[in-house]
């Protein structure tokens, strides 16, 4: 897997309208990792893309309607499958964190990739996953040299009073072992 221009080459890129520029982009120190799925627990679907794009459906569920204002994004987006789509190239600000803080450093955004599983913070999740995972993983550690598998989080860690993802099911060990 390579990294060319800030992208994947070589997998499905499609441009989230919600990003922004770094204060510094040379500073992507931090990878943080997520969960999600719309709605909670339903899989395999193109919701979540929809939602990255700003173009969710409001008719196919209630939820949606309470969402649908919010503008969020996320650098990658691993499905289920183990199937790779990158939303927003690494050296630009993706959406995803919130607030937040790792280590004393606030806004995670600035200077964090964002990487979304599709998945719940109570559910396990799929062994094509962490393949994927694990390999862009690598990728990034050898493009990005702030970067280290010390400096890899959930969401959970960054923002402890408002989430739990990527949840008690993700399985730490195995992903940094093999990192």
């Not at 700003?54 to 691993?78: A, G, P, Q, R, T």
């Not at 790792?102 to 393949?131: A, H, T």
């Not at 694990?134 to 598998?149: H, P």
Request: net charge negative.
């Amino acid at each position: 897997m390579k990294i060319k221009d800030h992208k994947i080459e070589d997998i499905a890129f499609l441009e989230s309208p919600n990003f922004n520029d770094r204060p510094d982009p040379n500073n992507i120190s931090l990878i943080v990792i997520h969960s999600i799925s719309l709605p909670s627990r339903n899989y395999n679907n193109d919701n979540v893309e929809s939602f990255f794009l700003n173009n969710l459906d409001i008719s196919k569920n209630e939820y949606f309607k309470e969402i649908s204002d919010l503008k969020v994004s996320s650098h990658l987006y691993i499905k289920r499958s183990g199937r790779i789509i990158q939303f927003v190239p690494f050296d630009k600000r993706a959406w995803h964190a919130g607030i937040s803080n790792y280590k004393g450093k606030e806004d995670c955004n600035d200077f964090s990739i964002g990487i979304e599983l599709e998945g719940c913070d109570d559910d396990i999740y799929e062994e094509e996953q962490y393949k994927s995972l694990i390999q862009v993983t690598k990728a990034l550690i050898k493009e990005y040299d702030l970067i280290s598998k010390k400096r890899i989080t959930g969401h959970s860690d960054i923002a402890p009073e408002r989430k739990t993802d990527p949840g008690k099911y993700f399985e730490w060990n195995r992903y940094l072992d093999n990192v």
